[in-house]
């Protein structure tokens, strides 16, 4: 496309998009739920001839020299659109909560006033790699009301467009309008600059990708924006644990798999229990070939691990989100030393204590400063599948509207509704 022909592709997406908004801000939960169940059916039914334009996506990327865990997100394996549909089931099973009002209170004058939830409008989604998010974003607006334009990474254009044909035949075959989910057909960069600036036909834009792009949004957007940068998650091992436990959890946050923001990319590991429990994750960690960056006091600790891979950790590891095999590892004194370095050096996306001191658990809640806190589970968790949300739309790091895995409710918005029998103001 040229870039004339870019900007009238975007603004056609965003006006049908706004009109489609209002169509689906009017429908019934269910046939909203139809539309789901049907893309359900129609992703298990389409496995094999999804992963043909899948396989075009792998090709291409390991030909153009992308990473392990970079092809690692684009593959759409039987498991992947599975979880998917499972996902879009789910949904249709939540309850409705558009059109729901909460908080009606009687005010002295006689009104009745409260909250009613309702849809966005129309949002945005800018998303690299991972096919599978246009149909978590997909199946989220339809639950939720909204209208959205996905606008998928070049990467996946060959998976992304298979499957957004799936949804809209989801959407057509239920009665509701095929321009309520639209791809951008072009890979053109331009169209990320449009779509970002259409404040006439946009509510909301999500990015979901690497810290670059999302800066990037961030920065230049004439539009609100929902957002994480990046996923330094961290596990802390506290004094008293269970040894045990804690090395079960550490393995399974770090190396269940290494590309999702979810991952732990730190250890934190108190210095009462660090000579019994370092040895032995340096050892399963040494055996899947995980890198680990240390404290000096850690690095003392593990090196009587055979074959353990170990480096110095400077001071930029500690901010690192590595999305591969390494980690960085540091001895705190404890629970304080770990609560301060956590709220510094963290992204604020996900934290786990791993514990016995129920004490230590409930401090540990209240004070660290992310959007997802856990005690005694693994950080991969931190997914709206995983939530029962359903599926979710991204991440947010922000601290206004939508905090942590973003769902049906962070793709609303609430407006005051005053319930009256002819009240006047004196």
Request: hydrophobic share 40%; charged share 20%; with cysteine.
């Amino acid at each position: 496309m040229t870039t004339l022909n870019v900007a009238d592709h975007m603004h056609a997406l965003g006006a049908q998009a706004k009109v489609a908004s209002a169509q689906m801000a009017k429908a019934s939960a269910a046939v909203k739920n139809t539309a789901l169940r049907k893309l359900a059916a129609l992703l298990r039914d389409n496995i094999a001839a999804l992963q043909i334009d899948n396989a075009k996506d792998i090709e291409r990327a390991i030909a153009a020299g992308l990473d392990a865990p970079m092809v690692d997100r684009l593959k759409l394996t039987p498991k992947v659109l599975e979880t998917c549909a499972q996902g879009c089931e789910q949904l249709a099973a939540m309850p409705e909560v558009i059109g729901e009002i909460t908080g009606l209170k009687e005010q002295p004058s006689g009104i009745r006033v409260g909250q009613m939830r309702v849809p966005l409008g129309v949002f945005g989604m800018i998303f690299e790699s991972r096919p599978n998010v246009t149909i978590e974003a997909a199946s989220l607006s339809i639950k939720s009301g909204n209208a959205c334009i996905l606008r998928g990474g070049s990467e996946a254009i060959e998976s992304n467009k298979a499957l957004a044909k799936l949804v809209q035949q989801a959407l057509s075959e239920s009665g509701l309008p095929t321009d309520a989910v639209q791809l951008v057909q072009t890979t053109d960069r331009e169209a990320v600059g449009h779509l970002i600036a259409m404040p006439e036909f946009v509510d909301v834009i999500i990015p979901r990708g690497g810290k670059g792009l999302i800066e990037r949004i961030s920065r230049d957007a004439k539009v609100p924006v929902i957002k994480h940068l990046d996923g330094n998650c961290h596990t802390y091992v506290d004094d008293p644990c269970d040894i045990a436990m804690a090395v079960t959890v550490a393995d399974n946050a770090k190396t269940q798999k290494y590309s999702p923001c979810n991952a732990s990319e730190s250890l934190l590991v108190a210095r009462g229990v660090a000579a019994e429990f370092l040895p032995k994750i340096g050892a399963i960690f040494a055996a899947k070939g995980v890198e680990m960056r240390c404290s000096p006091e850690a690095k003392t600790i593990l090196t009587q691990v055979k074959g353990a891979n170990l480096k110095d950790a400077t001071e930029q590891d500690w901010f690192e989100e590595y999305l591969g095999p390494i980690i960085s590892i540091k001895v705190v004194e404890g629970l304080d030393e770990a609560i301060a370095h956590i709220n510094h050096y963290s992204s604020h996306h996900t934290e786990s204590i791993l514990t016995r001191d129920h004490m230590h658990a409930q401090r540990f809640l209240r004070e660290v400063d992310s959007s997802s806190v856990m005690v005694n589970a693994s950080t991969r968790f931190a997914d709206g599948f995983e939530y029962g949300l359903g599926a979710e739309i991204g991440i947010s790091t922000d601290k206004f509207h939508a905090r942590g895995p973003v769902g049906i409710e962070g793709l609303t918005s609430l407006k005051y509704v005053v319930l009256g029998q002819g009240e006047i103001r004196t």
